[in-house]
């Protein structure tokens, strides 16, 4: 069974600096990826998705998330931060292929300081 | 770009009620998915259809029911309402011949127990 583990349940960054929020799956087969944002009393976007095609995947808002296999990774940047990023952060795993649920990490919980 | 739509936004209900949420995919997609998020949760997949017929369930209580009609929408049934069902209900849908198994979620359904 797939699962997702996201480091961090608050991450707090500067505006202007680096944003950086982690998450690290499992799976027994090859997965898809996500990473969804969820901004205050709204519903889930999609910011950005790994289908085992380039492994630096880019996203909406300037963010982009890199695939490592070999640490089974996915983490999130965006190398500057800005005060609209503030909401929550789910990244989601599904097996490839077919109709296939998503699995959701904890969520984290990014707040932007002026 | 037309988007999942959920109905209603907004429901208040009592203890041991029923309550009815309805869900329009986009459209042409042929998977439904249903998702419970409580209060500072990540989303809980409940249950899911493919062309009509239940592909996936998870964590969904015996209480509640659910089903896709002919025309794709999907309604998901909850009976004997309790405090702790009040949530935020996704509905979200794809379409592996069309957004790759990327699932879109609609903005969501808050139901509130009293």
């Known amino acids: 069974a797939q699962s997702v583990t996201q480091l961090g349940s608050h991450v707090s960054v500067s505006e202007g600096a680096l944003v950086l929020l982690r998450c690290n799956y499992s799976s027994s087969v090859p997965p898809y990826l996500f990473w969804y944002v969820q901004y205050p009393n709204q519903g889930l976007q999609l910011l950005l998705k790994y289908t085992s095609a380039a492994t630096l995947v880019k996203g909406i808002n300037g963010f982009e998330a890199e695939f490592k296999k070999s640490e089974t990774s996915f983490h999130l940047t965006k190398p500057s931060a800005h005060m609209s990023d503030a909401a929550e952060y789910f990244c989601a795993v599904s097996e490839t292929g077919g109709a296939q649920k998503l699995v959701f990490g904890q969520g984290t919980r990014l707040t932007i300081n002026p | 770009a037309a988007g999942v739509i959920q109905s209603p936004r907004h429901l208040i209900k009592e203890k041991r009620e029923t309550a009815t949420l309805k869900c329009y995919p986009i459209p042409r997609h042929d998977t439904v998915y249903w998702y419970q998020q409580g209060p500072g949760q990540d989303p809980q997949f409940l249950i899911s259809?493919?062309?009509?017929?239940?592909?996936d369930k998870g964590s969904i209580p015996d209480r509640f029911s659910a089903q896709q009609f002919s025309d794709y929408h999907s309604e998901l049934n909850m009976s004997s309402l309790e405090l702790g069902d009040s949530a935020l209900y996704f509905c979200?849908?794809?379409?592996?011949?069309?957004?790759?198994?990327?699932?879109?979620f609609g903005e969501g359904s808050w139901l509130t127990v009293v």
């Open positions: 979200a849908s794809s379409s592996y011949g069309i957004s790759g198994n990327t699932i879109y």
């Open positions: 259809f493919y062309e009509k017929m239940q592909s």
